[in-house]
């Protein structure tokens, strides 16, 4: 009897294991913007197939592209509710949130891609991840990006005067629209499945966009002038629900921070090795490029800066790593 009393508890203590480690699998869900093609999602779902390899299978990640599940702000609407798992974000949306994070957008940061990619593998920018969980509700495990911002105008830009009343397609949030409303222009927000035909028709006359997504969607077909500036790098932020984090223990913690980072980061890498053909892809192409440097948008970036330096006590820190990092 006392046999069969073990044998019985050793059973039911397995088949307790077994459903305590089975309660452990999750299925999660990550969203995005951008389109199946892009780098960030592509990336996704090479993070999807890395952790169910890592868990052994446990863990699946279904992968929402294209804005499926809405858009940026509301994605960080389901994921403070803890209703969606997981995000590619870019850092516009946290920045409205926290506006520390706009500094990452400060006109001319950055000299080129691979500054940008040191800089956010820096120290300082790893600081701003730990402000998320207190002040957004998502926990922050690692940065992408897309690439350097340029000017793709329907008509050619000469000079910062030719930017004046010009209606500029941006991503909606504050760093960027106050960089062009500082030059002069009319920031109109757009999603960026609506920015080619709002080209074809006019109802924008100029976007800010990188190499990838100007090559990738074709909107040089559109606007026939291409502004090579580099005025700013464009950050892509790792996500993890603040309340799905608090579920998970500390092993699976560490596995999605480090599985999540590593695609993030391959991102940047993608974008450093093919900026320049990229770019050399858009100049063969049949319009008419202008190279500029910082001093065409002076007035714009000493505007930008009174309007941000008081608003994000990280702007300091992060030019003076930049600055150590050009050296």
Request: zero cysteines; a negative charge.
């Amino acid at each position: 009897m006392n046999k069969f009393k073990t044998l019985m508890t050793a059973a039911v203590a397995a088949s307790l294991s077994v459903t305590a480690w089975t309660a452990q699998a999750r299925d999660f869900r990550l969203g995005l913007i951008t389109p199946q093609s892009h780098i960030w999602t592509q990336e996704a779902e090479g993070f999807a197939e890395t952790l169910a390899e890592r868990s052994g299978g446990e863990h699946d990640v279904s992968i929402f592209p294209a804005q499926q599940l809405g858009n940026e702000a509301q994605m960080v609407q389901q994921l403070q509710a803890g209703s969606l798992d997981m995000a590619f974000l870019t850092i516009a949306e946290i920045s409205n949130r926290l506006p520390d994070f706009g500094a990452l957008y400060a006109p001319f940061l950055v000299e080129d891609i691979d500054h940008a990619a040191a800089l956010l593998r820096s120290e300082p920018a790893d600081d701003l991840l730990e402000m998320m969980p207190s002040r957004t509700g998502l926990v922050g495990v690692g940065y992408g990006m897309a690439g350097m911002r340029q000017i793709l105008s329907r008509e050619p830009i000469e000079s910062a005067e030719d930017l004046s009343g010009l209606k500029v397609r941006i991503t909606p949030f504050d760093p960027i629209r106050d960089f062009y409303a500082a030059a002069g222009a009319a920031p109109t927000p757009l999603p960026l499945p609506a920015v080619y035909d709002a080209l074809a028709n006019g109802q924008v006359d100029a976007i800010d966009m990188d190499y990838d997504a100007i090559r990738l969607l074709k909107f040089y077909e559109q606007a026939e002038n291409l502004v090579v500036s580099n005025h700013m790098m464009f950050p892509m932020v790792a996500v993890v629900s603040g309340r799905v984090w608090a579920q998970l223990d500390g092993e699976d913690r560490e596995l999605i921070r480090t599985t999540m980072a590593e695609h993030a980061d391959n991102v940047m890498t993608r974008f450093q090795e093919n900026h320049e053909a990229w770019g050399e892809d858009l100049r063969s192409q049949d319009i008419t490029v202008t190279d500029i440097g910082p001093e065409f948008f002076e007035e714009a970036i000493a505007k930008w800066e009174g309007v941000w330096a008081p608003k994000a006590p990280s702007l300091a820190t992060l030019r003076e790593a930049a600055a150590k990092l050009a050296e």
